[in-house]
């Protein structure tokens, strides 16, 4: 059990043809886009292996993608699976073609569930020792220490003050502890298993988890694994109980006439690929999941074809490659010959095959415990490090792993709650998928909060990728982040605003996104994601717009509301060569912009909003118009303590070779440089349009992080940077 499960190498032909589905990848590809799924499949081969291949995109037009579809004899017919980008909870269900129309069944069929409170229970399971896997891997990453109680095995601190230097970590420790408690609670009060075979996967989930609970002696990340694989056990339980399949994508179905019932086999989940069987009796209008002694390994985009003698014959389909080359081919054919499934017999035939019900995951730095590799992390010494950085020098910090695929044009925000750098980026040519990266300040480790799911086809696209929640109730990356997001210190979590109806929330407590709420009507236009632009204040957060409007998050309420302003007109936000800023110091914020492009450069001048007033003024900075040699402007961020905006970019180097760091002096009103040396997280061309760069007022510290995801800390010191004007 658990996520770690080694794929096979596969040559790759062409894609199989799968008949009866909505939506599935064709070969649609405009030239342009072919050449480089060409380039990327063939001139960056996978971890050495032979070539993967890029899915084709869909129309995300239609509500429902990455269906299937299946129609039989004397008008019946059936729908199942794909991601529904209009629903609450993302997932295609169970539809049958009633007298020549479509009918949503899913309501009836788990009105009609005899094990739908059972069915609940073991998914609250699955939602605890899920919680329990987040929280020992947060304090691990935070570097905490831990002793058992030999109680339950719950674990505690050898003392708390040991354990948690904060006044969080002590509640972190508790909750460890209530929830473990609480899990084994919850399983002593769940009610019998139903039959023999039911019996059988539940006792061995119980001893899993009354081994894990009696043996957790110290935090480690073999622990942490085993809590996942506990949650993944208890998932398997509640999807064996519930009305009809789990949600996939790709997975066909065919009607088989000797039994008069639809099959379904496989297909991928996004971050994990299945092999169970199921049967859908269109009489009785109820699925049931078969238990066969084994099955084909676990696939997507296969064909099922059915025999008419009671037999189904399965074919080709694709597994992950896990390749983290730069728009590399994430899926590969399955070329292990034809597979015969036997309805009456319920068996498979045709090659050796595996458990039934499992399931198949990508590996290495897609996976979480890719990230405990390394020393174990050290707060103490990381804070050592940290104490004794130079003034008005850039450090990398060189992470012990670093996240794979690159993370493009995007931000990075502080959440200073959990003490964490919080990363939503990538799209277009980038990694896709729904991961939060989240950074350790305390002890410089990255944490990946679960396993990568990637959109089908739409990966490494531009600006089309899904809307709405997907399978596992996360919203898709959009074509670029930019300054899309920011973290609500009201709401303790980050909000992303990319997505064109909804604003999403991403809980950093339980690291996943929780939430979403309703967008007003100024913040929703077509790829809002290039210029809505976010910022904390004391107002919470606040977005800018490209028609110049200002809006706030009322987290008591949880809405947006538009903030009214008088005086001078503002700007609209511009992609790329925009940025607002939060002046705490005279509860003010400071936007700047030019026009979009290198023709077009920057006039110095900075607009402000006093929060208190709602005026809006034109500042006309004393050298604005030097500050037209300032690359890049959406990465200004404010420093209380010397009352600088700091620009994240670097001037043309001067005679001697050194490129100096621009900034706004706020009291001087004023633009300035700074000599600023190190490793320039900016680069050797002064710009990066993929840097994320924040000030941790804790620490009193700039961070960057670059499209590589590689950190840079900063100790500004303005009295002996050789500030001067610009």
């Given at each position: 059990m658990g996520y770690a499960r080694a794929l096979a190498a596969h040559r790759v032909p062409e894609m199989a043809e799968t008949p009866?589905?909505?939506?599935?990848?064709?070969?649609?590809?405009?030239?342009?886009?072919?050449?480089?799924?060409?380039?990327?499949?063939?001139?960056?081969?996978?971890?050495?292996?032979?070539?993967?291949?890029?899915?084709?995109?869909?129309?995300?037009?239609?509500?429902?993608?990455?269906?299937?579809?299946?129609?039989?004899?004397?008008?019946?017919?059936?729908?199942?699976?794909?991601?529904?980008?209009?629903?609450?909870?993302?997932?295609?269900?169970?539809?049958?073609?009633?007298?020549?129309?479509?009918v949503d069944l899913h309501a009836k069929l788990q009105s009609g569930n005899p094990m739908l409170s059972k069915q609940a229970e073991f998914a609250k399971m699955a939602r605890v020792a899920q919680n329990i896997g987040t929280?020992?891997?947060?304090?691990?990453?935070?570097?905490?220490?831990?002793?058992?109680?030999?109680?339950?095995?719950?674990?505690?601190?050898?003392?708390?003050?040991?354990?948690?230097?904060?006044?969080?970590?002590?509640?972190?420790?508790?909750?460890?502890?209530?929830?473990?408690?609480?899990?084994?609670?919850?399983?002593?009060?769940?009610?019998?298993?139903?039959n023999a075979k039911e019996a059988g996967q539940i006792s061995e989930t119980l001893a899993k988890l009354l081994e894990w609970a009696q043996n957790f002696s110290e935090l480690s990340p073999t622990e942490i694994d085993e809590s996942s694989s506990l949650h993944i056990s208890f998932e398997k339980i509640a999807e064996s109980l519930d009305c009809e399949p789990a949600p996939r994508a790709l997975s066909p179905i065919v009607y088989e006439p000797k039994s008069k019932c639809f099959f379904l086999f496989g297909g991928d989940h996004c971050d994990y690929l299945t092999n169970d069987t199921w049967v859908f009796d269109p009489a009785n209008s109820a699925w049931m999941r078969r238990e066969p002694p084994s099955a084909p390994p676990a696939r997507a985009n296969h064909t099922l074809k059915t025999t008419g003698d009671g037999k189904i014959v399965l074919s080709g389909g694709y597994t992950y490659t896990s390749t983290t080359d730069y728009m590399g081919g994430q899926y590969a054919n399955l070329n292990d010959g034809d597979w015969t499934y036997d309805v009456e017999k319920n068996t498979w035939s045709g090659g050796k095959g595996v458990p039934a019900n499992d399931r198949v995951y990508r590996t290495g730095p897609f996976l979480p415990g890719h990230f405990f590799q390394g020393p174990k992390p050290n707060a103490d010494e990381f804070a050592?490090?940290?104490?004794?950085?130079?003034?008005?020098?850039?450090?990398?910090?060189?992470?012990?792993?670093?996240?794979?695929?690159?993370?493009?044009?995007?931000?990075?925000?502080?959440?200073?709650?959990?003490?964490?750098?919080?990363?939503?980026?990538?799209?277009?040519?980038?990694?896709?998928?729904?991961?939060?990266?989240?950074?350790?300040?305390?002890?410089?480790?990255?944490?990946?909060?679960?396993?990568?799911?990637?959109?089908?086809?739409?990966?490494?696209?531009?600006?089309?990728?899904?809307?709405?929640?997907?399978?596992?109730?996360?919203?898709?990356?959009?074509?670029?982040?930019?300054?899309?997001?920011?973290?609500?210190?009201a709401l303790r979590k980050m909000l992303f605003v990319g997505q064109t109806k909804y604003a999403y929330a991403w809980d950093p407590?339980?690291?996943?996104?929780?939430?979403?709420?309703?967008?007003?009507?100024?913040?929703?236009?077509?790829?809002?994601?290039?210029?809505?632009?976010?910022?904390?204040?004391?107002?919470?957060?606040?977005?800018?717009?490209?028609?110049?409007?200002?809006?706030?998050?009322?987290?008591?309420?949880?809405?947006?509301k538009r903030i009214d302003v008088h005086g001078e007109k503002l700007p609209g936000s511009e992609v790329d060569n925009s940025t607002v800023a939060y002046d705490s110091r005279r509860d003010r914020l400071l936007f700047v912009r030019k026009g979009y492009g290198d023709a077009n450069t920057f006039n110095g001048e900075v607009h402000s909003l006093n929060l208190k007033t709602g005026e809006v003024m034109k500042l006309t900075p004393?050298?604005?118009?030097?500050?037209?040699?300032?690359?890049?402007?959406?990465?200004?961020?404010?420093?209380?303590?010397?009352?600088?905006?700091?620009?994240?970019?670097?001037?043309?180097?001067?005679?001697?070779?050194?490129?100096?760091?621009?900034?706004?002096?706020?009291?001087?009103?004023?633009?300035?440089?700074?000599?600023?040396?190190?490793?320039?997280?900016?680069?050797?061309?002064?710009?990066?349009?993929?840097?994320?760069?924040?000030?941790?007022?804790?620490?009193k510290l700039f961070w960057a992080v670059d499209t590589n995801s590689k950190v840079f800390v900063l100790r500004l010191d303005p009295a002996t940077a050789d500030l001067r004007p610009l």
């Open positions: 009866n589905r909505e939506d599935l990848p064709m070969c649609n590809y405009k030239p342009f886009v072919l050449a480089l799924s060409l380039l990327a499949a063939f001139a960056f081969p996978a971890f050495g292996q032979e070539h993967g291949y890029r899915l084709p995109d869909v129309d995300l037009h239609k509500p429902i993608i990455w269906g299937a579809t299946c129609e039989g004899p004397d008008g019946i017919g059936l729908k199942f699976g794909g991601e529904d980008q209009t629903s609450d909870d993302g997932c295609g269900h169970t539809q049958i073609l009633k007298d020549g129309k479509w929280i020992a891997r947060r304090l691990f990453l935070d570097g905490k220490s831990f002793r058992s109680r030999g109680s339950h095995g719950v674990p505690a601190p050898q003392t708390l003050e040991e354990a948690a230097s904060t006044r969080d970590g002590i509640k972190q420790l508790q909750r460890l502890d209530d929830m473990v408690g609480g899990l084994l609670q919850l399983w002593r009060h769940s009610v019998a298993p139903v050592a490090k940290l104490a004794a950085l130079p003034a008005n020098t850039w450090l990398y910090t060189a992470p012990p792993q670093l996240p794979k695929m690159n993370r493009d044009w995007g931000s990075a925000v502080i959440d200073p709650d959990h003490d964490l750098i919080l990363r939503f980026s990538g799209g277009h040519c980038a990694h896709g998928g729904t991961d939060v990266l989240q950074f350790h300040l305390a002890t410089n480790r990255w944490e990946l909060p679960f396993p990568v799911e990637f959109p089908l086809g739409q990966l490494y696209s531009n600006t089309s990728y899904p809307q709405g929640w997907n399978l596992n109730h996360r919203p898709w990356v959009t074509g670029h982040t930019y300054q899309s997001y920011g973290y609500d210190p407590e339980v690291a996943d996104w929780t939430e979403r709420f309703e967008k007003p009507e100024g913040m929703v236009y077509d790829s809002c994601y290039y210029t809505l632009t976010v910022c904390n204040s004391s107002r919470g957060l606040v977005c800018w717009t490209h028609d110049g409007d200002v809006y706030h998050f009322d987290a008591a309420r949880k809405e947006w004393g050298r604005s118009a030097a500050a037209a040699k300032i690359p890049y402007l959406s990465q200004l961020r404010y420093d209380p303590q010397h009352d600088l905006l700091l620009v994240g970019a670097t001037l043309p180097p001067d005679a001697t070779g050194l490129r100096r760091t621009p900034a706004y002096d706020c009291a001087g009103n004023r633009w300035v440089s700074l000599k600023i040396g190190g490793d320039d997280p900016s680069g050797t061309v002064g710009r990066n349009v993929s840097l994320g760069m924040m000030y941790d007022a804790k620490r």
